[in-house]
């Protein structure tokens, strides 16, 4: 009895310490001693929600299976994961419990529960198949994945801005919204909003607590990635690990996989998923005979959720397609009933639909040419495929242009681009393109080749009718890793005999090569992705055809055994291996370096200075309302609960109207374009980028500026020309002032100007102190004319002889100035501007040895570094002209005064200047209270802002509606129903992604009722379509108190409205899980 018992104590523990229980104690270990931090314990979390739990039940649908392969095991988790993790976070949001530590304990609990189930009562005991040299290439890859994501630093785009605020928001408040609004097509906002990647990105930022960087979401999908192109070439090559490894380590080592993965979109994801579907699809093809209903099922499921993810029809067309075929050709409905069933769920709904949509649309506009009846038909038929061509090839009212209005070179530079042979090498792309004939032979490979093939096709029309070139490579990320895989599979099995496709290859290679130099040139361009120099992209592709045209060249005689029969070599092994080799080393290094160029050169790897805004947001008090043109500011931002971020408003009088509603606030502003960008796109930069550092109520910039100087800096000088003329300088009398002409004085403002008439007026200081050599210098000159001028210098140090050291220079009309400084050369920036408008302007020139820095009007507006240090020497003869260049060339206009400094001025310096010269008027809305060069912060005057305990305000009604105007529906209605206990007034503030309004409310006792309608786009910028995107309604009373916040847009999914998005996902998950139960039988 006690050997008995002793032995089942040592099956059980033999138990314990099988691979599958082992990795499932492993993981709870790590989860209990994760705790300790905060980093540890956001990765625990991480590995539980996007692989735990999906292995844990993979592991229990799979446990009487005898053998199992490892990384379609690591596949199946991951996806069942994704699909677990947003439908936990959905059931929370639609009860409303949802939170950060709400999901991370739910997910816990549930992975604790699976796995002692597992470990303790399942004891699964099939063998998990792998390779040590694909798993350590596994591992390998997904280190080089984090290490390149956490090596560089990280901008936001819009559309990232526009997920990642979404997502958060969702957290918070519990509801979704669209990531875009399209007019008349509300009902399908489940499919066009992308409302499950804005799932998966909570279910991302919930897991890990916001610790780990926003990218590491397609940590994942980077995985999925990996172990599908593997299960793929295995498919391809019958387990020839060998050929698989080498071809496995080129695909997944494209650039685009490593720069794509670094932004937060969703085509990461996507053509993660469709590789995943491709896989399952040609596995279900072993042979024309025998087709895999599981894997087929489980093909259309990773379909179905890629349609969730974006609503993209490209794969599942091409899929489609090729499986129609083959089911016809090969009578696929014969091979049982479950084979007949399925290809009529495939099929039917199909046929079905164009039977009764697209062919009566098409029939009512060119047989009965009823234009009124085909407008119904229009909106829901000529967005489908075959409308989509139809549209294409004829001419239509919805036609923008047909194939026939493009030039052939434009045709060309799409195909290449989806084709990417800059990035797969010609040779790979000629091989992708002769991929169907190369792989006929074995049923998988002919179907993944037509499946890619007639992805390309539709891919090239559908980019084509858009004419939407810049996002080619970002949505065809799938497909140009499907043609990699094709061509290099056609590669290897052309070398293993079928040498005339070797032949046709390197006439297809050249052909490429001729036509990509012809569309480049047109083009001027060469990708949209990192936008590689021409000069370097011609040398690239010159130097890969030589190389591999030799290369190939060598297999050509290896296959001849030239070298065996003329005694060169005793065996052709040893060339074969060579060529191998250098070949794909080539095609790895150019991989690598393509990806480090990406890397090194993509504008949004770069911080765009946002640090330094984060921390002029971080370091406010209490609530408070902050506009900025750094649309992703939020996202850097720690305490966003107590900051309402608005965008600018798109012009400049509505900017003001803000200002004089009174709301203390602050206004954060970047100078860089790309951190602005969407501001610079809706104009707004225009104004922003104008306004003057003190803004009142009347134009300050007609007040005659106050005479003063920085007693705190090493002034050399400082000449007041109004009231008097007299020179005050700290270096005694050492300085002598000359007047020349007979300067007119003039009453302006209670105040007396010395008039430069442009014809012999002008000043001159001079004297020994002047002659000593300056390394720092800081010239200010308050000037105004209305006179267009032409290389007229307002002050200049030099000679009489018509050479400088230094001067402010005013030229071309009067709209360009420039501080020179000579050194072995003349450095100018120059400033462009309208500075002949009759208003006082404060022009400061900053030289410090190395830069120079110009301000204008209290801003800084250029800098230059200089080539070399530069030190100013006078020598005799040295003077500094007011007026005047060396005496000739007069200013016509009027000078307020100058200030010369031996020193250097700093933004803070020409700020502090800037208001005291304009006087303390009465009048402030706002004064800048921090400038540097990369933004300025303006302190809004006005009353706080306070959440109002008993506001007697209620929203009862908000909703957006198209409205027709003329013809079509090309406006938006934004309707807002208010109850309110009393009357008050107040301002309306609508901010959407793009720009804000503010608009003056009148608000009733009882019932009110606003109505607003937008144009969906003005000059191509988005007005009403962002009003429809997403708007937060905000309502302020004159006295501070915020008394209405609210959310509208095309479609707010909340409480029960989230079960559109939840059960899709959960009946894809109970059927993935279920056919994987069943395949295992």
Not at 248 to 261: A, K, M, R
Request: hydrophobic share 50%; net charge positive; proline share 3%.
């Amino acid at each position: 009895m006690n050997s008995e018992k002793k032995t089942v104590k040592i099956r059980y523990f033999k138990n314990l310490l099988s691979p599958i229980n082992f990795t499932l104690i492993l993981l709870l270990i790590f989860l209990l001693l994760s705790s300790v931090s905060a980093i540890l314990n956001s990765i625990s979390c991480f590995l539980v929600s996007f692989f735990a739990i999906g292995f844990s039940i993979t592991i229990l649908v799979k446990r009487k299976c005898c053998e199992v392969n490892l990384f379609e095991l690591i596949m199946d988790s991951v996806f069942i994961s994704l699909l677990v993790s947003v439908s936990i976070i959905l059931v929370l949001a639609l009860l409303s419990l949802n939170s950060m530590k709400t999901f991370s304990v739910i997910q816990l609990v549930v992975y604790a529960i699976f796995s002692m189930f597992i470990i303790f009562k399942v004891n699964p005991r099939f063998k998990i198949r792998y390779g040590k040299t694909e798993l350590l290439f596994f591992l390998f890859l997904i280190l080089v994945f984090i290490g390149v994501n956490i090596s560089f630093d990280k901008f936001y785009t819009p559309d990232e801005y526009f997920y990642l605020k979404n997502s958060l928001d969702f957290i918070k408040y519990n509801y979704m919204t669209p990531i875009s609004y399209t007019p008349l097509r509300s009902f399908v906002d489940v499919l066009y909003g992308r409302f499950l990647w804005q799932a998966t990105l909570a279910s991302f930022i919930e897991a890990t607590s916001i610790q780990l960087p926003y990218y590491f979401v397609n940590l994942p999908f980077f995985v999925l990635l990996l172990t599908a192109v593997f299960n793929l070439l295995r498919l391809l090559f019958d387990g020839n690990l060998e050929n698989v490894i080498v071809i496995w380590l080129t695909v997944c080592s494209n650039p685009l996989i490593f720069i794509l993965s670094h932004f937060i979109l969703v085509d990461f994801a996507l053509a993660s998923l469709s590789l995943f579907a491709v896989y399952w699809f040609t596995r279900a093809f072993k042979s024309s005979g025998d087709v895999n209903l599981y894997c087929l099922i489980k093909c259309f499921v990773a379909l179905l959720t890629m349609l969730l993810f974006k609503f993209n029809l490209l794969l599942l067309i091409a899929i489609w397609i090729a499986f129609v075929i083959f089911a016809f050709r090969n009578k696929l409905y014969r091979l049982s009933k479950w084979h007949k069933c399925l290809f009529l769920i495939v099929t039917a709904p199909v046929i079905a639909y164009e039977l009764f949509l697209d062919i009566p649309a098409l029939f009512t506009y060119y047989v009965l040419h009823n234009l009124q009846l085909n407008d119904l038909f229009a909106r829901y038929v000529f967005f489908s495929p075959i409308g989509l061509l139809v549209n294409f090839l004829f001419r239509t009212p919805w036609a923008s242009r047909t194939w026939f209005d493009i030039p052939n070179y434009e045709k060309l530079f799409i195909f290449f681009n989806i084709l990417s042979p800059e990035l797969m090498t010609p040779i790979i792309s000629s091989f992708a393109l002769l991929s169907f004939l190369v792989l006929r032979k074995k049923c998988e490979s002919k179907m993944l080749a037509g499946a890619s093939l007639i992805a390309l096709s539709i891919a090239f029309i559908g980019f084509l009718s858009s004419g939407n070139y810049y996002d080619i490579q970002r949505d065809m990320l799938a497909v140009i890793l499907l043609l990699q895989i094709i061509g290099l599979t056609s590669f290897f099995i052309s070398l293993n005999g079928r040498r005339h496709f070797m032949y046709a290859s390197m006439v297809l290679m050249q052909v490429i090569t001729y036509f990509e130099y012809i569309v480049l040139a047109n083009k001027n361009i060469t990708s949209y992705l990192w936008g590689t120099k021409l000069e370097n992209m011609f040398d690239r592709l010159l130097l890969m055809n030589i190389v591999l045209s030799i290369l190939i060249f060598l297999i050509c005689i290896d296959y001849s055994r030239l070298l065996i029969r003329f005694k060169i070599l005793n065996s052709n092994f040893t060339l074969r291996t060579l060529i191998l080799i250098l070949l794909f080393s080539l095609l790895l290094t150019n991989n690598i370096d393509l990806t480090s160029y990406g890397l090194r050169n993509n504008t949004y790897f770069l911080d765009h200075r946002m640090g330094d805004i984060t921390s002029q947001a971080t370091n406010l008090e209490g609530r408070i309302l902050v506009v900025s043109n750094a649309y992703a500011l939020p996202l850097y931002t720690l305490n966003t609960d107590k900051i309402i971020f608005i965008s600018p408003p798109l012009s400049a009088e509505e900017f003001y109207s803000f200002l004089k509603a009174g709301i203390k606030s602050k206004v954060i502003l970047s100078n860089d374009v790309i951190a602005t960008w969407i501001s610079y796109r809706m104009g707004s930069n225009e104004y922003l980028q104008a306004l003057p550092p003190i803004i009142t109520t009347e134009e300050k910039t007609l007040k005659t500026p106050k005479p003063l100087f920085d007693e705190s800096k090493d002034l050399l000088f400082h000449l007041s020309c109004i009231n008097s003329s007299r020179i005050y300088t700290p270096l005694n009398s050492e300085l002598k002032m000359t007047i020349f002409g007979s300067p007119i004085w003039e009453n302006e403002n209670q105040t007396r100007l010395m008039r430069f008439d442009g014809v012999d007026d002008y000043i001159t200081v001079s004297g020994e102190p002047l002659l000593s050599p300056l390394q720092k210098l800081t010239v200010e000159v308050w000037f105004k004319t209305e006179k267009p001028q032409i290389g007229k210098f307002l002050v200049m140090g030099g000679y009489n002889n018509w050479t400088y050291d230094w001067g402010v220079c005013l030229s071309t009309n009067s709209t360009q100035m420039s501080f020179n400084v000579r050194g072995r050369k003349i450095y100018n920036p120059i400033i462009s501007g309208n500075f002949n408008d009759g208003f006082w302007h404060q022009f400061i020139g900053v030289f410090d040895g190395k830069s120079i820095t110009i301000y204008l009007d209290g801003k800084p507006v250029k800098s230059m570094m200089l080539e070399e240090p530069v030190t100013i020497n006078p020598s005799d003869g040295f003077k500094i002209y007011i007026g005047s260049w060396s005496g000739g060339s007069k200013f016509d206009g009027y000078i307020g005064f100058v200030n010369v400094y031996a020193d250097v001025f700093e933004p803070s310096d020409v700020i502090e200047q800037y208001t005291r010269a304009q006087g303390k008027g009465t009048g402030i809305l706002a004064k800048v209270i921090s400038a540097t060069r990369n933004y300025v912060v303006f302190d809004v005057y006005g009353k706080g802002i306070y959440t109002s305990p008993t506001s007697g305000i209620t929203v009862e009604n908000v909703y957006i509606r198209p409205v027709k105007v003329g013809d079509s529906f090309n406006h938006t209605g934004l309707s807002i129903d208010i109850h309110s206990k009393k009357s008050f007034n107040g301002t309306l503030i609508l901010n959407t992604y793009y720009f804000s309004k503010f608009q003056n409310l009148e608000v009733k006792e009882g019932y009110n009722h606003i109505e607003l309608i937008f144009p969906n786009t003005i000059d191509s910028k988005p007005v009403g379509l962002a009003i429809g995107q997403k708007t937060e309604i905000l309502i302020l009373s004159d006295d501070g108190g915020l008394l209405a916040n609210t959310i509208i847009a095309s479609t707010v999914l909340k409480g029960l409205a989230l079960l559109y998005v939840l059960l899709p996902i959960i009946l894809l998950l109970l059927l993935y899980t279920y056919i994987s139960h069943k395949e295992r039988e």
